[in-house]
């Protein structure tokens, strides 16, 4: 099968980062979700397994609609996903809230995008992850603002723990906006585990990948508790266990 790139940032003048460099050859998995004028909907997707996986979300919000949205990745093969959210409806709102955990050899690639086209829209993207071993990844993150999306706002955060010198990671927070009465943000933090958190925790006790994995638990536990499914949310957290001890 050809190998593709699910999603990439259009703009030549990115090239030189190598952000759209990585390729999938898994069979994309696409969905399609519509949220209705005055609704809300919430769901999530959550990948544990062991194969390389690529997935296309598309989701457009009417007027005065709502959707949360949670994504998790603690796969062991390759994954892309490319998450769209067309916020068409005069005060809707999408919070989009994401982790990832990569390690060995894995190659992941986040391409996510909101595009605020009615008035007085509201999104938020927040996106945690941790890299560790030789996991290559690349996260393009873009509030797109519309003409016409007078009053929106939005608000961008990744971010990413890394845990090995070996990992590759490259992220792009982008702003567009083609109209002048909206409030963007966006920032990425990017760094290593505090080395005196992991000395007060092995001080008391605990070995250090323990303590790693603690660290990272607590970072990542305020997106995961929003998966509505208690027996996934279990299995996703039990996973990221394994992975840090290194069972």
Not at 15 to 23: C, P
Not at 122 to 134: E, Q, Y
Request: glycine fraction near 8%; charge should be negative.
């Amino acid at each position: 099968m050809n190998e593709k790139i699910l999603g990439e940032i259009p703009l030549r003048t990115w090239r030189w980062l190598g952000v759209n460099e990585l390729k999938t050859s898994a069979q994309v998995e696409e969905t399609f979700i519509d949220v209705g004028d005055g609704e809300t909907k919430k769901f999530s997707c959550v990948n544990l397994s062991d194969d390389d996986i690529a997935r296309k979300i598309k989701i457009s919000v009417g007027k005065s609609g709502r959707v949360e949205f949670v994504s998790a990745d603690a796969g062991r093969g390759n994954f892309s996903a490319d998450v769209e959210i067309d916020l068409r409806g005069d005060d809707s709102a999408a919070e989009f809230d994401a982790v990832y955990f990569g390690d060995g050899e894995r190659r992941l690639d986040f391409n996510y995008v909101i595009r605020q086209r009615g008035k007085n829209t509201s999104a938020t993207m927040n996106v945690r992850g941790a890299l560790n071993d030789n996991c290559d990844k690349i996260f393009r993150g873009t509030l797109d603002f519309k003409r016409g999306a007078k009053g929106s706002v939005g608000r961008e955060l990744e971010e990413v723990i890394i845990l090995s010198s070996g990992t590759r990671n490259r992220s792009v927070p982008l702003m567009l906006a083609e109209e002048d009465e909206v409030d963007g943000h966006h920032a990425v933090s990017i760094g290593r585990l505090d080395e005196e958190k992991i000395f007060y925790l092995m001080s008391r006790g605990l070995d250090e990948a323990q303590a790693q994995r603690l660290i990272v638990e607590a970072a990542f536990n305020p997106v995961v508790e929003k998966i509505p499914d208690e027996n996934l949310r279990s299995e996703l957290l039990d996973t990221l266990q394994r992975r840090l001890d290194r069972e």
